[in-house]
């Protein structure tokens, strides 16, 4: 079946540094994927997304490439700052498998600390 | 601001005492969903209706129903809730048939304390 596995957290980091946060799946059909964003207390936010192979999707500093022959989405930042610190959520929707209703399926979440 | 909005933010019951929550959009999506979301984990669909045809997940307790009188708004009603149904409900919405991409838009949770 389909699934999302992403690098367990938490990761801590200081002002500035080098974000990876790894994202592999597995899917039957060609999903589209996604990175979700959680602060504290809050609901989701759509952060970015790709919908083919080789898309590059980005936001507000972020990226992620959708890489079908290693099945990745990698999300990476360049600089991160304090305001970053959240709950950050790869996810996929395959519409070949019950996402022709949009299900998305998840990984289990990265919590990201910044410090400053 | 076209957007999903969740009422209550906060909500305390009594254990076993039913309890509502409400979830509308101003996005004209087709698709609605709920989630249960507890600490630490990801979100954990409970069902979802796709225009007004209900979908249940397999695993997802009796105790939970869903309504959705109209496009804009769906309840998810507990009705005899138990200590472990503590929890963040995360509503969400999507437009499904005419997008690849399906991507969901959530509101900002109601947050549910079971006493």
């Known amino acids: 079946g389909n699934s999302v596995t992403q690098m367990e957290g938490p990761v801590t980091l200081s002002e500035e540094a080098f974000l990876t946060i790894n994202c592999t799946y597995t899917?039957?059909?060609?999903?589209?994927l996604f990175w979700y964003v959680q602060y504290p207390g809050e609901g989701l936010q759509l952060l970015l997304k790709?919908?083919?192979?080789?898309d590059k999707g980005s936001n507000k500093g972020f990226e992620a490439t959708y890489r079908k022959e290693t099945t990745s989405f990698h999300l990476e930042k360049g600089s991160v700052q304090v305001s970053d610190s959240a709950v950050y959520f790869c996810?996929?929707?395959?519409?070949?498998?019950?996402?022709?209703?949009?299900?998305?399926?998840f990984g289990k979440g990265t919590k990201l600390s910044v410090k400053p | 601001d076209a957007m999903v909005i969740q009422n209550p933010r906060y909500q305390v019951t009594q254990f076993g005492k039913p309890v509502t929550l409400s979830c509308s959009q101003t996005?004209?999506?087709?698709?609605m969903y709920w989630y249960q979301q507890k600490s630490s984990q990801a979100p954990k669909l409970l069902f979802h209706?796709?225009?007004?045809?209900?979908?249940n997940e397999a695993d997802t307790p009796d105790n939970f129903q869903s309504r959705r009188p109209n496009t804009s708004f769906c309840f998810l009603d507990i009705r005899s809730p138990g200590l472990g149904d503590a929890a963040m409900y995360l509503c969400?919405?999507?437009?499904?048939?005419?997008?690849?991409?399906?991507?969901?838009?959530f509101g900002p949770g109601t947050r549910l304390t079971v006493t």
């Open positions: 969400a919405t999507s437009r499904v048939g005419d997008t690849a991409s399906h991507e969901q838009y």
């Open positions: 899917a039957t059909g060609y999903p589209s």
């Open positions: 790709a919908t083919k192979a080789d």
């Open positions: 996810a996929l929707s395959d519409p070949y498998y019950g996402g022709s209703q949009g299900n998305l399926i």
């Open positions: 996005l004209n999506h087709n698709v």
């Open positions: 209706y796709y225009d007004k045809d209900f979908n």
